[in-house]
């Protein structure tokens, strides 16, 4: 009888205005999942109470083993609020993998582009390119493809450490 190994679920996260979730298995390397919601406009307790619900949907769902979150990127000519609304989605991430034991992982969204397109100032287009073609989906948008990408630059990274120290 031949053992198959167990699936390792790593969620990645693309936390803006519009969520991008992703979900790929470490094992097989599958995307298992992957969207993009509106939380929700206008309203900021509503906002974070929507991410926070479909955040334990998609853990209970598919029991993530590590969380990868595109960290803070912040251009010249950003609101001030910006930042604290960013903050506000990023704490409740952390909670939410926090309340079921989950490590989460940050990649500055350089890294993530030299993971996946070899360039680290590569444009959105590039990656959505290189994920639509790699994983064979069609994605929504730009939130998405980041989701994905976040997730499979920690699956990328995990590899190359267990190299490094086995």
Not at 31 to 45: A, E, K, M, V
């Amino acid at each position: 009888m031949t053992k198959t190994k167990s699936s390792e679920p790593v969620v990645g996260l693309d936390l803006a205005d519009k969520l991008g979730v992703s979900v790929i298995d470490r094992v097989s390397e599958r995307l298992l999942f992957s969207d993009s919601i509106t939380l929700h406009r206008g309203d900021t307790q509503k906002r974070l109470l929507r991410l926070r619900d479909y955040l334990h949907e998609i853990f209970d769902r598919f029991k993530p083993v590590e969380v990868a979150i595109e960290d803070v990127f912040l251009p010249a000519r950003t609101s001030p609020r910006t930042p604290i609304a960013l903050g506000e989605l990023r704490g409740v991430a952390r909670l939410c993998a926090a309340e079921r034991e989950v490590a989460v992982f940050f990649y500055p969204p350089r890294k993530v582009k030299m993971a996946i397109t070899g360039y680290g100032n590569a444009s959105k287009d590039d990656v959505v390119h290189w994920i639509e073609n790699e994983f064979k989906v069609k994605v929504k948008d730009h939130n998405e493809a980041d989701a994905i990408s976040i997730a499979w630059t920690h699956i990328l990274e995990r590899r190359f450490t267990a190299c490094q120290t086995g």
